[in-house]
């Protein structure tokens, strides 16, 4: 080979190399996607597949709520490719070249909530039992392209699916979170958004914690001066704020539509100030008090021996009741330290009875575990595991929420801008590193419905402060209510979590950028 000759080849070797050392040109590996929450199982076969602006979303049938999958897949891949995906039905397997959204008859092993995602060089396939679980494969494969392809304007290409296959079901079918919307209020952007991150992490429960004593968020048209008078102020004085009934019904139906369902919580007979400062006649000296701006717990009570009070509670659990489709009702029942047990018990009994004479189960924090617990109720575990332990006795299934693993509004260290410490200081490998089945012995697996992750909003009032305190930790609980506990483990995870920073970057959320996770460059700095 001439000198000339060989120069040329060895320059055509180098550049291939380097073309091919590209991220979007080689062949692409999926066992190697930095999934979160990390799928049951992933079979590489190391091609990929081009979207192209000749791709489009197939969906089988004219049911409507396959077609809107398909939009929300278009709507989230559209801005940054500008490929111009169209959602498209058909009643058989495509062309090549394009996505296909299709319902199994029946893979058993997928349940309610699996899929599984077939992508080959010449297809994308997506086949699950329910409409939920095309929705989760649709987070796998945005999760799959690059992280780019989550920016709302145009970004340069190409746009390439790694090949093989992804089956993929939950470990726990409540994975949720909760947002204090009483200490200070947010807005409905802000809950939207909230749902938006939420579905992205497969995550599909949003407690909303609409009264407490510093604020009465929800519209109660029979009570209007919950809202009115109680809904004024918020911890530190601001101007609070609430949902009207017309507001609250957007968000349940836009998070119906990301299958996040909403449960509404009304706390009670404790952290009632708000209710209590808006009608004279719910205290039991019948004056009202005076609206609340501080962050103290414990020191109010409804009047539990008076009859106007249990006809408020009956109103406010019918109007909520009506305005919320899924199956649950929280009533609280939290740190009712101005509540004689004695008075307590028949209270939270009575309440029980009367949320599901309105067609609903209860959900309500451990203590209500010291009352007798009807059907169906669920204690939500948060601070003391002998409550649990007795719900479980009692025959109950419990939400596990332990406030030393899970409570997002713990300080990550006592360096940490917001956040308290009151449980523990919470970094992203405590967050990460637990198991709600082995936490505590006597609760089994069988015996728990799933975790919540809570944000309590009494250090932070806009939706960057908040995002410092649930991001990055969201996402490991996200894995925790989703991945078998045999598939997770901190070293491999942090890594995963790592290659989250450029894409919640992308989505504009303001994480904490911790230092033991090893963020790329761009983060650390
Ligand atoms: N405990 C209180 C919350 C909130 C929280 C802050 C529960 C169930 C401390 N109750 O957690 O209202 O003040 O971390």
């Given at each position: ?251 349940v ?8 369902t909403?449960i509404p ?48 509670i009956d109103d406010v659990i019918r109007e909520l009741a009506a305005l919320t489709p899924g199956e649950y009702l929280h009533i ?19 309440v029980q009875d009367m949320v599901i004479a309105h067609g609903k189960k209860v959900l ?10 009807k059907p169906n109720t ?148």
């Amino acid at each position: 080979m001439t000198s000339t000759k060989s120069k040329n080849f060895a320059l055509a070797c180098i550049v291939l190399t380097a073309v091919l050392s590209q991220p979007g040109c080689k062949p692409t590996d999926l066992s190697k996607e930095n999934l979160i929450p990390k799928p049951v199982s992933v079979t590489a076969t190391g091609s990929s597949f081009d979207l192209t602006d000749q791709t489009d979303i197939y969906v089988q049938g004219e049911s409507e709520e396959l077609l809107r999958i398909g939009q929300y897949l278009a709507d989230k891949l559209n801005p940054s490719t500008e490929l111009g995906l169209e959602v498209k039905t058909t009643t058989e397997a495509p062309a090549t070249g394009n996505i296909f959204l299709s319902l199994a008859a029946n893979d058993a092993e997928l349940g309610n909530e699996g899929y599984e995602l077939t992508i080959t060089d010449k297809s994308v396939n997506l086949v699950a039992n329910k409409p939920a679980g095309l929705f989760y494969g649709v987070q796998t494969i945005r999760q799959i392209l690059p992280a780019k392809v989550e920016m709302t304007t145009k970004q340069k290409g190409p746009w390439k699916l790694a090949t093989g296959t992804i089956r993929d079901t939950p470990a726990y079918g409540y994975r949720g979170s909760m947002l204090d919307v009483a200490r200070h209020f947010f807005g409905v952007d802000d809950v939207k958004n909230f749902i938006d991150q939420l579905a992205y992490y497969k995550m599909n429960v949003l407690h909303l914690h609409l009264s407490d004593d510093q604020g009465w968020r929800i519209e109660i048209k029979s009570w209007p001066n919950l809202t009115a008078h109680g809904g004024k102020t918020e911890v530190g004085g601001g101007e609070g704020g609430f949902y009207t009934q017309e507001q609250y019904t957007e968000l349940v139906k836009y998070a119906q539509d990301r299958f996040v369902t909403i449960i509404p919580e009304i706390d009670m007979p404790g952290h009632t100030n708000a209710a209590l400062a808006s009608y004279p006649e719910l205290n039991c000296d019948g004056k009202a008090t005076e609206l609340y701006t501080g962050i103290e717990v414990g020191f109010s009570t409804l009047c539990t021996n008076k009859e106007v009070t249990y006809q408020f509670i009956d109103d406010v659990i019918r109007e909520l009741a009506a305005l919320t489709p899924g199956e649950y009702l929280h009533i609280g029942g939290d740190e009712s330290h101005a509540t004689k047990i004695e008075d307590y018990i028949p209270f939270m009994n009575r309440v029980q009875d009367m949320v599901i004479a309105h067609g609903k189960k209860v959900l309500a924090w451990d203590e209500i575990a010291l009352a007798t617990l009807k059907p169906n109720t669920v204690v939500q575990y948060w601070a003391k595991a002998e409550n649990a332990i007795k719900g479980v006795a009692q025959g109950a299934k419990v939400l596990m929420a332990p406030a030393k693993s899970a409570y997002l509004d713990m300080q990550y260290d006592s360096t940490s801008t917001y956040g308290l410490h009151w449980a523990a200081y919470i970094e992203v490998d405590k967050g990460y590193n637990w198991d709600p089945a082995n936490l505590v012995p006597e609760i089994k697996k069988e015996n728990i419905i799933g975790i919540e992750a809570p944000l309590w909003s009494e250090t932070v009032g806009a939706r960057q402060e908040a995002e410092y305190l649930i991001f990055p930790r969201l996402l490991g609980y996200a894995e925790i209510g989703w991945t078998p506990s045999e598939l997770r483990n901190w070293d491999e995870y942090k890594v995963r979590l790592a290659s989250h920073g450029e894409r919640m970057r992308m989505m504009n959320i303001n994480f904490y950028p911790s230092k033991l996770v090893p963020w790329d460059g761009q983060t650390k700095k």
